[in-house]
Nanobody, 118 residues
């Protein structure tokens, strides 16, 4: 499985960006799609999750501002980010996870930089 993240950029406080993660290869069985981010000097953190059953979860700091979604026909999932703040500045990584009984496979995109200026 290969994941290709795109859509990052420089935006002012209050602006919006939409990140995309295009999956290719043996994508069947990927049952959790995640967006993580890592700011300089900080650990990578989970931002949003979407399961194959449609359940969504967000970290508290992005609730109400970010929306995760998917377009299965295109094997692509997204992160719509609105009302961006400087503290959202980070490299954003998409992750596809295949969870099976007794096994877990993680696939990562290459990261896309999001910079929010104050």
């Amino acid at each position: 499985v290969q994941l290709q993240a795109s859509g990052g950029g420089l935006v002012q406080t209050g602006g919006s960006l939409r990140l995309s993660c295009a999956a290719s290869g043996s994508v069947s069985g990927i049952n959790v799609m995640n967006w993580y981010r890592q700011a300089p000097g900080k650990q990578r953190e989970l931002v949003a999750s979407l399961t194959s059953s449609g359940a969504k979860n967000y970290r508290n700091s992005v609730k109400g501002r970010f929306t995760i979604s998917s377009e299965n026909a295109k094997n692509t999932f997204y992160l719509q980010m609105n009302s961006l703040k400087p503290e959202d500045t980070a490299v954003y990584y998409c992750n596809g996870r295949r969870v099976r009984i007794g096994a877990l496979d993680d696939y990562w995109g290459q990261g896309t930089q999001v910079t929010v200026s104050s």
